[in-house]
Each structure stands twice: as structure tokens, then as C-alpha cells.
């Protein structure tokens, strides 16, 4: 149901890397592919990549997953009532069964009172994600202890997608009609979310300064 494709210092050859796929799938479960064969430009039914690891992390279909922009972890949503932060490491380890809650090898799984989740998306700074619901609603955890951080409240249909700006999106570009911003405008642009939903509506929501907040 979803798909991440991204790349890793090779693990045994320091001047190049390795490209990988994590997998999102429709019974729950999440793969970790590698590409081994570096000769091979062209892949044929999955020739030249090895799974690395597979995991069962949900009950209920993956509808959504993101990961962090160090890549060190992913965070998955479903229509079951689960949140939950998979480690990106190599260990190579097949767990068939969900956590009840909390951590439990390289799952942290947050069980909810709201099931129906239908998007995931991490700030740049990977502190903070944030999960759509199909309530309409938009909740903010802490990446690391899913430490409720808000619920946003606006959308009368269910939420679909979200997306956190970044320090670079709110940066100057030659030719930008808001070239006229501020600096500290150009900050509270850089901590906005947008979210879409069902009602046909798109939002967009300041945020606090989670890094300042926690200094």
C-alpha cells in the first residue's frame, strides 16, 4: 500500500552507497529490501535485491507510512487504531506477531482510542509526526514516546493528507513575489502544516517551534 525508496552508506564499502525499498503491504506487514547486485542497473522480477527484514505491524491494511529524514526509522498508519515507529536498522529479525504496546524489538507500537488513520507525515527535524484521521482530524506525537503533542480540529470530512513545511521552502528565491517577507515570517512559514481532506478543503496550520519549546 505504500512505498519509500531511498539510499544508505553501503555496509561494506565506504565510498559508495546502497540503495534500498521498505514496503508497505495490504496484510499489514512491512519488507526491507537492499539492492546487492550494484552491477546490475536493471532489475528483472525482483533480481539483484535481498529482504533484509519483514515485520507484521498492523492488523488492518498500511494505508500510509513515512520516514525520517535521517532514515533511521519509518512510521506506519492504518485503519486499525495503531501508530507505529519501525526501526531502519539491518538486524535481521522476523517478528509475525503485533506488541500489544510499547516497545518490543524494533517495533514502538501506540495503540489509539481512534482507529482510522489514512496519512502519516514526520517534520524535518523528525521530532514530530503527524497522523491524519479519517475523523477529520489531525494529531501531533512525538516521534521517539508517541507523547501527545495537539489534536488540529477543522475538517468536517476525513483528513487525507498532510505535509509539514521546511526551512528551505521558506527560504528567499530569485524572482519570489514575497521576497518582501520578513525573516521572522519566513520562520512561522517554515513550522506550517497543510492538510486536506474529503470536505474539499485545504488548511493551513502554524505551529509552535517544537525545537524551542524544547530548550
Partial sequence: MSTHLFTVPHPSQSTTSQLRV????????????????????????????QALWQVKVHAESIMAMAVSPLKDFAITVSADNLVVR??????PVVQHEIPHDGVSGRLTVHRTKH????????????????????????????TKSFKSLGTLSYHKGGC????FASPDSAAPHPGDPDDDIDAEDREKHARWLVSGATDKRVVVWELMDFDRAKS
Fill in 22 to 49: 521498505l514496503t508497505a503491504y495490504e496484510n499489514g506487514g512491512l519488507c526491507l529490501w537492499a539492492h546487492t547486485d550494484a552491477e546490475k542497473k536493471v532489475s528483472v522480477e525482483g533480481i539483484g535485491w
Fill in 86 to 91: 519501525c526501526n531502519l536498522n539491518d538486524e
Fill in 115 to 142: 482507529p482510522g488513520n489514512g496519512f502519516v507525515a514526520i517534520q524535518h527535524g523528525g521530532r514530530v509526526c503527524a497522523v491524519a484521521g479519517w475523523d477529520g482530524k489531525i494529531r501531533l506525537y512525538s
Fill in 160 to 163: 487525507q493528507c498532510v505535509t
